[in-house]
Structures are given as structure tokens and as C-alpha cells.
């Protein structure tokens, strides 16, 4: 089980939304504060970003990537000076996830792909918590630059199959921005779950709480799969994740048993024993504890919200 893989499916609440943005100088975009995360990707030529409340602009070039974990408000611009006019992206194609943005101009030509994750922020997995408010990768990550690759050869020229291949390549990509800032960031500051995912003994442990929720866990056993003592194991763990196994294994159950409420019908005992519960009622119990809700009327309650 892949547990960075597994984190961002735990926090998607919908669709990815992007646009193809075609834009010559003098042009300034205003992206307005959302509540999932936003992503840009340069795919040629350059610009400046601009974060809300005054930050400090940061120059992008040719295969930069940012991600705004929170979603904030900025301005995306070729010179900081440019006064900005609101990103609206049209040309929406029926049952698309694909837009277009087109600024002409005298000046230099850009192309960007700009666009935004649907993140649930309520219950939001702590790896990301872990996240800088804006994570700048530049090029040199091969995979990663690969994907943006591809993407601008899509999106350059229209093509039979586009509205497939791009969804998933912007689903890659976020996956290779994460993987790459938490590859420096445990290079650079070990600790926390940067560390974690990238620790082998550690992430092994991890990989079998995501693969197997369900299954009646000790630490022992845990420790065992780590390659570590039972006193070391948890002492690790605990040091990386940020609270002891069985601790983030009883989060994890609860995570998923909500994904399963909102993704399929199956009965709350089916669910149950999915993530480990033998009786119903010290499943809902446990269920109530974390959400406030009974599964039930969590399960009514989030459709009807989505619906």
C-alpha cells in the first residue's frame, strides 16, 4: 500500500479543475481564495507569483511548479507591477474538467496550466499539515519534469483523447510535488512525516496499517514488520508520526470508514468489519467519538451536502 498515494485519496473531495492559461504581455491574473488547494505548473515562458497579503513574489520559469496548500488568495503576473484581472476560465466542455484562459497582448508568450485540487479540509491527513503554505518545486526533479513535459505536448495542441490524459497527469503531478518535498525536506530536517514515508522501517509499518486496517494490530507485531524491537518501534514511530501506533491506526480506521459511508452502500456492519470493529455498536461509538455523528446520518448527511 502506498501511503502517500493513500493520504491524498483520503483528502480529494472531487474532481480536479484546471485550465489551459494562453497569455502574452502585459498580463496579471487575480485567483480568488478557494477552499481546496491550488496548483500552477509554467509549461513555457515565465511569470511572477504574488501572494495574498503582500508576500514576497516568487519568479517562475519553465517547468516550475507551485502548490498553495490552503488555497489562499494571489496573483499569478509577468511583472509584479501588471494590474491584475480575475482568472475566469470558459470554454468549459460538457462533462470536462478543462478549461481555457486567453490574454493577448505585444509581449512575451506564456503557457500555464492553473488549476485546483477539491481537498476536504475537515479532516485533512497530517501529512499535510507538514506542508509550507506555498511549495515551490523548480525543475530538476526528472519524473516530475517528465509529467510537465507531457502535459504541455497535450495541451498545446488539441487532440483525440486530451480530457482523459490530462486529469490523470495533473493527479501524477501532485503526487511527484509531494513526493519531491518530502524527499528534501527529509534530507534537509529529519523528522516528522517527511521522515516517516521515507524511513524504511517506519514506512513498512505504515504501508501494512493502510494496506489492512481492519486486522487486529499490536504494536509488537508492528514492530516486528519494522525489523525493530517492540520499545524501539514505538519509540520511532511515535517520534515521526507525531502520536503512537495505535493511536494513528484507530485515525486511519475512522478515515477510511468515512470514505466507505460516502463511496459505497454497503450496510454500516460491512463497514465495521472492514476496519476492524466485530460489533456494530462499538463501531458507530468510535465512529461518533471522532465525527459527532452517528455512520448513519454521516453517511445522509455528507450526500445530501455533495448532492
Do not use: N
Not at 473531495?13 to 504581455?25: F, K, L, N
Not at 480568488?32 to 511572477?48: D, K, N, R
Amino acid at each position: 500500500m502506498d501511503v502517500l498515494a493513500d493520504a491524498l485519496a483520503a483528502m480529494r473531495a472531487g474532481p480536479v479543475r484546471s485550465a489551459r492559461t494562453e497569455v502574452r504581455g502585459p498580463w496579471g491574473l487575480r485567483f480568488p481564495a478557494i477552499t481546496g488547494a491550488s496548483f500552477h505548473v509554467v509549461l513555457q515562458g515565465s511569470c511572477w507569483l504574488l501572494p495574498d497579503g503582500g508576500g514576497e513574489p516568487l519568479q517562475l520559469g519553465t517547468g516550475h511548479a507551485v502548490f498553495l496548500r490552503h488555497g489562499s488568495a494571489h496573483v499569478l503576473a509577468d511583472d509584479p507591477a501588471t494590474p491584475p484581472v480575475d482568472f475566469r476560465p470558459g470554454r468549459w466542455k460538457p462533462g470536462t474538467t478543462i478549461g481555457r484562459v486567453e490574454i493577448d497582448g505585444p509581449g512575451e508568450r506564456a503557457l500555464l496550466l492553473c488549476g485546483a485540487y477539491q481537498l476536504g479540509r475537515s479532516r485533512p491527513h497530517p501529512l499535510t499539515r507538514e506542508l509550507p503554505d506555498v511549495l515551490h518545486v523548480p525543475p530538476g526533479q526528472r519524473a516530475l519534469g517528465s509529467t510537465i513535459d507531457l502535459l504541455s505536448g497535450e495541451l498545446e495542441d488539441y487532440r483525440p483523447g486530451r480530457d482523459g490524459i490530462v486529469p490523470a497527469l495533473v493527479d501524477a503531478m501532485l503526487l511527484y510535488i509531494l513526493r519531491a518535498w518530502a524527499d528534501e525536506r527529509a534530507g534537509a530536517a529529519p523528522g516528522g512525516w517527511a521522515s516517516a514515508i521515507t524511513d524504511p522501517a517506519i514506512s513498512a509499518a505504515l504501508a501494512a496499517l493502510h494496506e489492512e486496517p481492519g486486522r487486529l494490530w499490536t504494536v509488537q507485531e508492528l514492530g516486528s514488520r519494522a525489523g525493530l524491537s517492540r520499545s524501539a518501534f514505538a519509540e520511532r514511530f511515535t517520534g515521526l508520526v507525531g502520536e503512537p501506533p495505535l493511536t494513528y491506526l484507530t485515525w486511519w480506521r475512522m478515515t477510511t470508514a468515512a470514505r466507505l459511508l460516502l463511496e459505497s452502500d454497503a450496510p454500516l456492519s460491512a463497514v465495521a468489519a472492514q476496519v476492524g470493529y466485530q460489533s456494530e455498536f462499538a463501531f458507530a461509538k468510535a465512529f461518533k467519538r471522532e465525527y459527532g455523528l452517528a455512520p448513519g446520518r454521516y453517511r445522509r448527511a455528507e450526500r445530501s451536502q455533495a448532492g
